[in-house]
């Protein structure tokens, strides 16, 4: 804040708070006791409505007391906390450094639970319930925004319970996958080919996973793919998980099945990320999830 | 003389606060008195013995704040069923208010902690420092081995009783056979062994409870109820002309002088008012009847059985000062017609409105599903193509079994053409938790336009009828 305006604020506050407090005391002292005619009446002389008068009923000493303890607790407070203009206060305190000092006792607290399993494979993990029951409720927080509960995907979202992996599905891969997220890029082919080209090409491939397709137009693709789809799909179509190109000879499709869709990415390229998390969690949580992926693909 | 030299000459000075002065009220006996006690006992047994008892091998009565869970005999309350405990505040509110509006602060009279406290620590200092006359010798007397004797004996006890109520009180929260165990762990831990097993907020808040109970009940007593305790402020405004208070009879009593038990008042020209003063000495909060009715008065009715005794020993009939009502006072009403005033608008409306939130309450109660669900659909991945064209979209359900068997629940989808769950429809979930899962609900291709459509999830108990719930969401199709 000191940036925006000028240190006189800091001290304008700050006599502001002080006098007021001290002001409070003085209050205290200057009205705690009055002067009233000896034996004239018992009445505090306010007077209401003409005639309606006020008894003094005098309050319990310790009641005053407790004025005091709020004026001694505010100059206390004054001097440990921050709260005077810019003083920082003699403790030092800031919400950074609570949030630190209880993220160091969360780590902690939890550590031990998380070192136990860091120092096991994944392959054994992923039969450990309590370690998998630790992962799901990581994916639930962290995977399933886009992956799903199930963990089944969705459109342009993989899914991580079949044995089709774009990058690979060993749990080194998948721990890659994790730690550093993936980008993959097909670049848009519309200049390249022309729309009957691309119509072609598209028929060709659908007749490598044996979609209902039109011959002619497949067999006219067949040397437009080996030309410009092989370098990254393969010459077969079969994919390669280092560049994360997928297999265009199974069953499944990441943007849909069927000729609209297929046209649709090779005019207009797709571009697919999925986020680093390694800033995001600890390489032991990382561990943990790895093992909860790699344990979906396991179960069939 | 001018006026302001006559004022100067004659001012005084005047404090607003003022050291309290304690009151030694004397023991009293007699019909209300026995009712105060009884209600003691009542409330006390309670307070004190329900927390030891066992109920499905576990504390009967217990508030499971780590865990959210309270459970009271044979229910399970979860923190949805917070409507529970605010339909019990206004139950309580609502007695309260109707209880004054008949018979004025019958719940400080007779059944406020800080009444039922102060009198078992007033019962106390009675045995150890005498009756009131005796305690107000001891308080003059010097400091001496017999004052600091009876002194440290009556706070020893006092705090002896405090404790106790400390440690009940943590024992509805931490279970109290557990809690006494760790209790039992700090003797030798003074003794010098190891680290007692007691926690530092149970310790703290059996410290904090008890102190609280000796501060209140042993120092403070009249002075919370006058200084620092809203119920007795907003009380009195619920007083109306036919409410039961405590009233000194004046023209009976009026005036008011002491006279030889032989001789006729009438004749002195007396009331029946002895001015023996009882009525004073026996008021809890130092406060005198015959003035009228002031804010200080909690309702005790000490001063009626104090007054009852000394009428019955000088011959007079009893009630010169008694529960009566400003209208029975001013209109010299009989007992039955001043009764009869009871019934009014204001008390039947009262009546009413708690019966029924009462029944509701009861009724709510008793058709409660032991069975929660919270349907959370998928949120970013919207709607998915499966394997011939299905669609298919994804819901968590969390399952929250509210007793304290484990149960088997199946779950049915329904609002669509042929919609069904694909995968797993039987779960089963651990007495007294809940369970997130997850399940897949799927249309066959075409069964939908695209856009939104209600559908409705019914989860029921496998073998139990009536143990079933009904939670609608939205299946979206693109």
């Given at each position: 804040m000191?940036?925006?305006?000028?240190?006189?604020w800091?001290?304008?506050?700050?006599?502001?708070?002080?006098?007021?407090?001290?002001?409070?005391?003085?209050?205290?002292?200057?009205?705690?006791?009055?002067?009233?005619?000896?034996?004239?009446?018992?009445?505090?002389?306010?007077?209401?409505?003409?005639d309606?008068?006020?008894?003094n009923?005098?309050?319990?000493r310790?009641?005053?007391?407790?004025f005091w303890?709020t004026i001694?607790?505010?100059?206390?407070y004054?001097?440990l906390?921050?709260?005077?203009?810019?003083?920082?206060?003699?403790w030092?305190w800031?919400?950074v450094?609570?949030?630190?000092?209880?993220?160091?006792?969360?780590?902690?607290?939890f550590?031990?639970?998380?070192?136990?399993?860091?120092?096991q494979e994944?392959?054994?993990?992923?039969?450990?319930p309590?370690a998998?029951a630790?992962?799901?409720?990581?994916?639930l927080?962290?995977?399933?925004?886009?992956h799903?509960?199930?963990?089944?995907?969705?459109?342009?979202?993989?899914?991580l319970t079949?044995n089709d992996?774009?990058y690979?599905?060993?749990?080194?891969?998948i721990?890659a996958?994790?730690?550093?997220?993936r980008?993959?890029?097909?670049?848009?082919?519309a200049?390249?080919?022309?729309?009957?080209?691309?119509?072609?090409?598209?028929?060709?491939?659908?007749?490598?996973?044996?979609?209902?397709?039109?011959?002619?137009?497949?067999a006219?693709?067949k040397?437009?793919?080996?030309?410009?789809?092989?370098?990254?799909?393969?010459?077969q179509?079969k994919g390669?998980p280092?560049?994360?190109?997928?297999?265009l000879?199974d069953?499944t499709?990441?943007?849909?099945?069927?000729e609209a869709?297929?046209?649709?990415?090779?005019?207009?390229?797709?571009n697919?990320q999925?986020p680093?998390?390694?800033?995001?969690?600890?390489?032991?949580?990382i561990?943990l999830l790895?093992a909860y992926?790699y344990?979906?693909?396991?179960q069939? | 003389?001018?006026k302001e030299g006559?004022?100067?000459?004659g001012?005084v000075e005047?404090?607003?606060?003022?050291?309290?002065?304690t009151?030694?009220?004397?023991?009293?006996?007699?019909?209300?008195a026995?009712?105060?006690?009884?209600?003691?006992?009542?409330?006390?047994?309670?307070?004190?013995?329900?927390?030891w008892?066992?109920w499905?091998d576990?504390q009967?009565?217990?508030?499971?704040?780590?865990?959210?869970?309270?459970?009271?005999?044979?229910?399970?309350?979860?923190?949805?069923?917070i409507?529970?405990?605010?339909?019990?505040?206004?139950?309580?509110?609502?007695?309260?208010?109707?209880?004054?509006?008949v018979?004025?602060?019958l719940?400080?009279?007779?059944a406020?902690?800080?009444?039922?406290?102060?009198?078992?620590?007033m019962?106390?200092?009675?045995?150890?420092?005498g009756?009131r006359a005796?305690?107000?010798?001891?308080?003059?007397?010097?400091?001496?081995?017999?004052?600091?004797?009876?002194?440290?004996a009556?706070?020893g006890?006092?705090?002896?009783?405090?404790?106790w109520?400390?440690?009940?009180?943590?024992?509805?929260?931490?279970?109290?056979?557990?809690?006494?165990?760790?209790?039992?762990?700090?003797?030798?831990?003074?003794?010098g062994?190891?680290?007692?097993?007691?926690?530092?907020?149970?310790?703290?808040?059996?410290?904090?409870?008890?102190f609280?109970t000796?501060?209140?009940?042993g120092?403070m007593?009249?002075?919370?109820?006058?200084?620092?305790?809203?119920?007795a402020?907003?009380?009195?405004?619920?007083?109306?002309?036919d409410?039961?208070?405590i009233?000194?009879?004046?023209?009976r009593g009026e005036?008011?002088?002491?006279r030889?038990?032989?001789?006729?008042?009438?004749?002195?020209g007396?009331?029946?008012?002895?001015?023996?003063?009882?009525?004073?000495?026996v008021?809890?909060?130092?406060?005198?009847?015959r003035s009228?009715?002031?804010?200080?008065?909690?309702g005790?009715?000490?001063?009626?059985?104090?007054?009852?005794?000394?009428?019955?020993?000088?011959?007079?009939?009893?009630g010169?000062?008694?529960?009566?009502?400003?209208?029975?006072?001013?209109?010299?009403?009989?007992?039955?017609?001043?009764f009869?005033h009871a019934?009014r608008?204001r008390?039947l409306?009262?009546s009413?409105?708690?019966?029924g939130?009462v029944?509701?309450?009861?009724?709510?109660?008793?058709?409660?599903?032991?069975?929660?669900?919270d349907?959370i659909?998928?949120?970013?991945?919207?709607?998915?193509?499966v394997?011939g064209?299905?669609?298919e979209?994804v819901?968590?359900l969390?399952?929250?079994?509210?007793?304290?068997?484990e149960?088997?629940?199946?779950?049915?989808?329904s609002?669509?053409?042929?919609?069904?769950l694909?995968?797993q429809s039987?779960?089963d979930?651990?007495?007294?938790?809940?369970?997130?899962v997850?399940v897949?609900v799927r249309?066959g291709?075409g069964?939908?336009?695209?856009?939104?459509?209600?559908i409705h999830?019914?989860?029921?108990?496998?073998?139990i009828?009536g143990v079933?719930?009904?939670?609608?969401?939205?299946?979206?199709?693109?």
């Open positions: 000191s940036q925006f305006t000028s240190s006189f800091d001290y304008y506050i700050g006599v502001i708070s002080v006098v007021s407090i001290l002001a409070c005391g003085v209050l205290l002292l200057a009205q705690g006791k009055r002067r009233v005619a000896g034996g004239e009446s018992e009445t505090t002389g306010h007077s209401w409505d003409e309606l008068g006020e008894y009923n005098p309050l319990p310790w009641w005053m007391w407790l303890i001694v607790f505010a100059l206390a004054l001097a906390y921050p709260g005077l203009g810019s003083f920082a206060g003699y030092k800031t919400q450094g609570q949030l630190e000092q209880e993220t160091k006792q969360a780590e902690a607290q550590g031990p639970i998380y070192e136990k399993f860091a120092g994944v392959a054994q993990l992923a039969k450990n309590e998998l630790i992962g799901q409720k990581l994916f927080n962290i995977c399933a925004q886009c799903a509960s199930d963990a089944a995907g969705s459109r342009g979202f993989p899914n079949d992996w774009l690979g599905g060993d749990p080194a891969a721990k996958s994790i730690t550093n997220g980008n993959g890029i097909m670049p848009p082919f200049p390249a080919l022309g729309e009957q080209g691309t119509k072609d090409v598209a028929h060709y491939v659908m007749s490598l996973s044996g979609m209902a397709h039109d011959s002619i137009r497949s006219r693709g040397p437009l793919f080996a030309q410009i789809c092989a370098a990254c799909h393969g010459a179509g390669n280092l560049l994360g190109a997928p297999n000879t069953k499709w990441l943007y849909g099945a069927g869709a297929i046209i649709e990415g090779v005019t207009r390229g797709r697919n999925m680093a998390h390694k800033e995001l969690l600890t390489p032991t949580k561990h790895t992926v344990s979906l693909s396991q069939k | 003389m001018s006559a004022a100067a000459e001012l005047q404090s607003l606060y003022e050291v309290r002065k009151i030694h009220p004397r023991a009293v006996r007699g019909w209300f026995a009712w105060r006690w009884a209600l003691v006992w009542a409330t006390q047994l309670v307070f004190y013995g329900l927390p008892l066992q499905n576990r009967a009565l217990h508030f499971d704040i780590v865990h959210r869970k309270f459970y009271i005999f044979g229910l399970v309350f979860w923190p949805q069923d409507i529970y405990l605010t339909v019990l505040l206004i139950i309580s509110a609502l007695s309260l208010f109707l209880f004054t509006a018979a004025g602060r719940w400080c009279g007779y406020c902690p800080q009444t039922v406290y102060t009198e078992i620590f019962w106390i200092e009675q045995k150890i420092e009756d005796a305690r107000m010798r001891l308080d003059a007397a010097p400091l001496g081995a017999r004052k600091a004797g009876l002194k440290a009556k706070h006890a006092w705090i002896a009783v405090a404790l109520t400390g440690f009940t009180f943590v024992g509805y929260v931490t279970p109290i056979r557990e809690l006494w165990q760790e209790v039992l762990s700090v003797g030798p831990w003074l003794a062994g190891a680290a007692p097993l007691l926690g530092p907020w149970e310790t703290f808040w059996i410290l904090f409870y008890g609280a000796y501060g209140n009940a120092w007593r009249e002075q919370v109820c006058k200084y620092m305790c809203p119920y402020r907003f009380q009195s405004a619920m007083f109306d002309q409410t039961l208070i009233t000194y009879d004046r023209e005036p008011r002088g002491s030889s038990r032989k001789s006729d008042p009438a004749a002195l007396l009331g029946h008012c002895v001015d023996c003063n009882i009525c004073v000495q008021c809890p909060t130092g406060i005198d009847i009228g009715l002031q804010y200080e008065c909690i005790c009715a000490a001063c009626i059985d104090g007054c009852n005794q000394v009428m019955e020993k000088v011959g007079y009939p009893k010169l000062i008694r529960y009566s009502t400003t209208h029975a006072m001013e209109q010299k009403l009989t007992r039955a017609q001043m009869r019934f608008p008390v409306l009262y009413a409105i708690l019966a939130i029944i509701a309450a009861g009724v709510s109660l008793w058709l409660r599903v032991p069975l929660k669900v349907v659909r998928d949120r970013a991945a919207i709607a998915r193509e394997e064209g299905s669609i979209n819901y968590r969390q399952i929250m079994n509210t007793e304290e068997e149960r088997y629940y199946y779950v049915v989808v609002g669509l053409p042929g919609i069904h694909g995968g039987q779960f979930v651990e007495g007294a938790s809940s369970r997130m997850t897949r249309i291709p069964a939908a336009q695209p856009g939104t459509h209600p999830f019914q989860v029921s108990a496998v073998g009828a079933e719930v009904r939670e609608k969401s939205v299946f979206i199709v693109r």
